[in-house]
C-alpha cells in the first residue's frame, strides 16, 4: 500500500474525486498553477486544467460566495480558504447562506461546497496562522465540521465529505501535515511513514462522517481528542501509565455522542482536550454532553485541556500548546479524584 | 493658522417639512445617449456609466439609439405585470396593517425595474433578486396564491413557514431564495453564471441589489470575480435613492454614480432611467446578449425612487418630505408606459381603469383561495415538527432526539388544552 503523508493524502482525495465526478471542481487562493501554499492541489491543475482547479482572488467571502453559486448549478466545489484564521470575511458566506440554504428554501436549492482550512498552531505562526476556529462553526446549524488526525482518515473523510449532500467544513491541523506531532516539539520529527495511519490505498474509499474512532481501548479514563491532540494525548497517556481510552472523534458535527458517551460510562472518567481556546470551546459542550448523558457513572471532574484564553502568542508557541505534561496532569487528577 | 482635516458627512437634500429637492440629480434626454456594439469594449462606452440611458420622451414618444421597438402586444403585457405587483403590493400592505402578516415591503415606484428587466431576459436565465424584486415571480407567472402563502407561513408556504414574508424563492421557474442579509446573492450569481460558462451552457444570470447594500463587502467580491473571469451575469443595482433612513449619498453616490464602478473593475457600467420600461428593456436585452456571446459582465444602475415606506416597519415621514415621490424627475414608471401606448394608440385610460379592476378582482380572488391553506390565527397550520427538516439532507440523531422532545412538549399542551 501507498504511504501517504497528510498533504499527499488530501491530494489523493482530490485526485480522486476529480477523476470520478466532473462537477468536482477545486478552487481558492494559490491552489492552482502554484498547487497551494501547503501543495495539497500540487499538479491537479496541470492534470484536470484550469478550470477545474481554480486560482480565484483573495477574497475568502467572495471564494465561498461563487462557490454557492456554482453548487446551485449542479456544481460539488471544494473551496481552500488558505488558513483557518482567513475564514472570517468568509463567515457571511458560511453560515447565513451555506448552512441555511437548503433550510430557507424547504429543500428546493443547496449547495454541497466542502470547505477546507488548514488550522493550528505549533509553526511559528502567531495569532493569525495558528488559530483551531471549530468551535465557531460547530455553533451553526446546518453544516458538518471535521477534522482528521492521520493521512488514512484524511483522505477518506474528505472523498465522504465532498460526496456528502451537505456543506462540510473540513478542518486540516497543519502541525501534522508531515508527521504525527505529538507536543514534544524538541524530539526529531517523525514522518507519517513510520505510523500505520501513513498507509493508504491509492485508490476511493471512505471513512464515514459522523463515526468516531476509538484509537486505544482502555478501562480507566476516556481521553477524547481530534486532529493534532490525538498524538499528543497519545504521548501523554504513554507518560502517565494509565490505562485510558482514546477517543478520535474525527467529526466534530454532528457528533458522535454514542461512541464518546458509552466509554465515559465504561471508565467513569473524561479529559477532553483541543488546541483551541477554552472558554466556549466545543470542549464545553462535550463536557455538557457528557455530563448530561452519563452523569451518574462519573467517578471525577471532567476535565478539559485547552489552549489558553489567549490568542495564540507567536514568542510563546510552547507555553501556550496544551502538550502532553498538560494532558497527563489533568489525567493524574482525575485519577487521583477520591 | 492650523489646518484641520473636515469630515465631510453626506445629507439629503430635503428633510420633513421642506420642499423636496431633486436638483442633485443629473439626467439625460430621452434619445441622447449613443449605443455601443455588444462586443465594444468597456474603455469606449464610458459615458454609459455617468449618462443616463432613456427612452420615452416627454411626449411619451420612444425615441434614439436605444429604442428596443417593442411590439405593442408585449407593451401591454409589461403594463399588466407592473400594474399586477402594483395592486398585488397594496394588498398585501393593507392586509399587513390588519395584522394578517407579520410584514411586508412593497415595490411602489420602481415596477418597471423587476418586470422589464425579466422579461428582457430568457426564462431559463437564473435570478438572484433582491427583497424588492416580487417583480420578478409575477414577470415569470409565479401563481400569487403560492406567493401569498408564503407571506402567510401557512401549509401551502414554499419556505415551510421559515422565512419571513418576502422572501420567496421558485426553483423551477429559476428564481432564488432571498436572504435577508444584503447582496449575498452578488458573488453567488456571479459563481452560478461561472458554472453556467464551465458547463458550456448559454444560460446567464442576474442579481440585483439596492444602492445602500453596494457598500456591502459582497458587491465587491461579486464585481471582481465578474470581472476576472467575464462570467455571464448582469449586476444590478437598483439606486432607489434610499436604503430605510440613509439617503443614497451615504452609500457613497454623492460624487459619482454607482454605474461608473463598473469601468473600475473593468466591467461595463450603464446607467438607465429606471422608471423607463423601454431603457430599462433595451439596456437589459443588450448585456444579456453581451454576457451570452462570451463578452462577460455588465452593471446596470436602475435610477428610480422608493415612493413607499422601507417596509411596513418604517415610517419616512421621519426622515423626508411627505409626497416627494410627487416630485421625482423620473415620474411614474406605470404611467409613463400607460401614456406611450396612449400615444401609440394602443391603450386608452378606459382600458387602463378596466385592467385595474379585473386585476384587482384576480388579487382578491387570489388572497381568499391562500387563505384557505391557513392564516396566523384560523384555519390549517403547519406542524411544527417540520422545523426539523432541511437542516441537513439527512436528519442527524440529534435533530431527530430533539424532534421527539418538542413531539412531547406538544402531546402535552394538548392534553392541558383538552376540557375534562
Known amino acids: ?338 | 493658522m492650523t489646518r484641520v482635516s473636515r469630515l465631510h458627512i453626506p445629507r439629503p437634500p430635503a428633510r420633513p417639512g421642506q420642499t423636496p429637492d431633486f436638483s442633485y440629480l443629473q439626467t439625460s434626454p430621452a434619445g441622447a445617449m449613443a449605443q455601443p456594439e455588444v462586443m465594444a469594449a468597456f474603455t469606449d462606452m464610458e459615458y454609459l456609466a455617468t449618462g443616463l440611458v432613456r427612452v420615452l420622451d416627454d411626449q411619451h414618444v420612444a425615441v434614439g439609439p436605444w429604442n428596443p421597438h417593442l411590439e405593442p402586444d408585449e407593451l401591454q403585457v409589461g403594463l399588466r405585470h407592473m400594474l399586477l405587483t402594483r395592486l398585488f403590493d397594496q394588498r398585501m400592505q393593507t392586509i399587513q396593517r390588519q395584522g394578517r402578516i407579520s410584514f411586508y415591503l412593497r415595490s411602489l415606484g420602481e415596477e418597471a425595474v423587476s418586470i422589464s428587466q425579466a422579461m428582457a431576459l430568457r426564462p431559463d436565465d437564473m435570478l438572484f433578486p433582491g427583497y424588492r424584486n416580487q417583480g420578478l415571480h409575477i414577470a415569470r407567472g409565479h401563481s400569487l396564491v403560492d406567493l401569498m402563502c408564503q407571506c402567510l407561513s401557512n401549509t401551502r408556504d414554499m419556505c415551510k413557514g421559515r422565512q419571513m414574508p418576502i422572501m420567496y424563492h421558485w426553483q423551477s421557474g429559476n428564481i432564488f431564495s432571498i436572504s435577508g442579509n444584503l447582496a449575498t446573492q452578488y458573488p453567488q450569481a456571479v459563481g452560478w453564471a461561472m458554472a453556467s460558462a464551465l458547463k458550456g451552457e448559454d444560460r446567464i444570470a442576474a442579481a440585483w441589489t439596492g444602492e445602500g447594500s453596494t457598500a456591502e463587502a459582497d458587491f465587491h467580491y461579486g464585481m471582481t470575480f465578474a470581472a476576472v473571469y467575464r462570467a455571464p451575469v448582469i449586476l444590478n443595482i437598483v439606486n432607489n435613492q434610499w436604503a430605510i433612513s440613509s439617503f443614497q449619498g451615504l452609500a457613497g453616490g454623492e460624487q459619482r454614480s454607482f454605474a461608473a464602478r463598473g469601468p473600475g473593475y473593468g466591467i461595463p457600467g450603464i446607467r438607465v432611467d429606471g422608471n423607463d420600461f423601454l431603457a430599462l428593456h433595451a439596456v437589459t436585452t443588450w448585456a444579456a446578449e453581451r454576457a451570452r456571446r462570451g463578452g462577460g459582465p455588465t452593471l446596470i444602475e436602475s435610477v428610480t425612487y422608493r415612493a413607499a415606506a422601507h417596509s411596513t416597519s418604517d415610517d419616512p415621514a421621519r426622515y423626508r418630505p411627505k409626497d416627494d415621490w410627487q416630485a421625482w424627475p423620473l415620474g411614474d414608471p406605470i404611467e409613463r408606459l400607460k401614456q406611450h401606448l396612449i400615444a401609440l394608440g394602443e391603450w386608452s385610460a378606459q382600458r387602463h381603469e378596466q385592467l385595474a379592476r379585473e386585476l384587482d378582482a384576480h388579487v382578491a380572488e387570489c388572497w381568499k383561495q391562500a387563505q384557505n391553506a391557513g392564516t396566523m390565527t384560523e384555519g390549517p397550520r403547519l406542524d411544527p415538527r417540520t422545523m426539523f427538516e432541511d437542516v441537513f439532507a439527512t436528519m442527524p440523531p440529534h435533530l431527530l432526539r430533539q424532534r421527539q422532545q418538542l413531539d412531547q412538549e406538544l402531546v402535552a399542551a394538548t392534553k392541558d388544552a383538552t376540557p375534562t
Open chain 1, 1 to 338: 500500500m501507498p504511504q501517504m503523508n497528510m498533504i499527499q493524502a488530501i491530494n489523493s482525495a482530490l485526485d480522486v474525486m476529480l477523476e470520478r465526478d466532473a462537477n468536482v471542481v477545486l478552487m481558492g487562493q494559490d491552489v492552482g498553477y502554484f498547487g497551494g501554499v501547503f501543495r495539497c492541489t500540487d499538479g491537479l491543475q496541470r492534470k484536470y486544467g484550469e478550470p477545474r482547479v481554480l486560482d480565484t482572488p483573495i477574497a475568502e467571502g467572495g471564494i465561498v460566495g461563487a462557490a454557492i453559486g456554482m453548487g446551485v448549478h449542479g456544481l460539488k466545489p471544494v473551496v481552500e480558504i488558505q488558513f483557518a484564521d482567513y475564514a472570517y470575511p468568509a463567515f457571511d458566506q458560511i453560515v447565513s447562506e451555506l448552512a441555511r440554504l437548503r433550510y430557507r428554501t424547504a429543500g428546493e436549492f443547496h449547495a454541497a461546497v466542502t470547505v477546507r482550512m488548514p488550522c493550528g498552531g505549533g509553526i511559528r505562526g502567531g495569532q493569525t496562522h495558528s488559530q483551531s476556529p471549530e468551535g465557531i462553526f460547530t455553533h451553526v446549524c446546518g453544516i458538518k465540521v471535521v477534522m482528521p488526525s492521520n493521512p488514512y482518515d484524511a483522505k477518506g473523510l474528505l472523498i465522504s465529505a465532498i460526496e456528502d449532500a451537505d456543506p462540510v467544513i473540513f478542518f486540516e491541523p497543519k502541525r501534522i501535515y508531515s508527521g504525527p506531532f505529538d507536543g514534544e516539539h524538541e524530539k526529531a520529527a517523525v514522518p507519517w511513514s513510520a505510523h500505520p495511519k501513513g498507509d493508504v490505498p491509492a485508490g476511493h474509499y471512505s471513512v464515514p462522517l459522523s463515526r468516531a474512532e476509538i484509537v486505544r481501548s482502555g478501562s480507566q479514563v476516556t481521553v477524547v481528542a481530534y486532529g493534532t491532540m490525538v498524538h499528543v494525548a497519545q504521548a501523554a497517556v504513554a507518560r502517565s501509565g494509565v490505562d485510558a481510552e482514546i477517543i478520535d472523534l474525527r467529526t466534530l458535527a454532528p457528533l458522535d455522542t454514542d461512541t464518546l458517551c458509552a466509554s465515559v460510562n465504561r471508565t467513569g472518567r473524561c479529559v477532553i482536550v483541543h488546541e483551541a481556546t477554552r472558554f466556549s470551546g466545543f470542549g464545553a459542550e462535550l463536557s455538557a454532553t457528557v455530563q448530561e448523558t452519563c452523569f451518574w457513572n462519573l467517578l471525577a471532574p471532567i476535565e478539559r485541556v485547552t489552549g489558553w484564553d489567549t490568542p495564540y502568542p507567536h514568542a510563546f508557541e510552547w507555553e501556550y500548546f496544551p502538550g502532553p505534561d498538560r494532558v497527563a496532569a489533568a489525567i493524574s487528577r482525575v485519577m487521583e479524584a477520591p
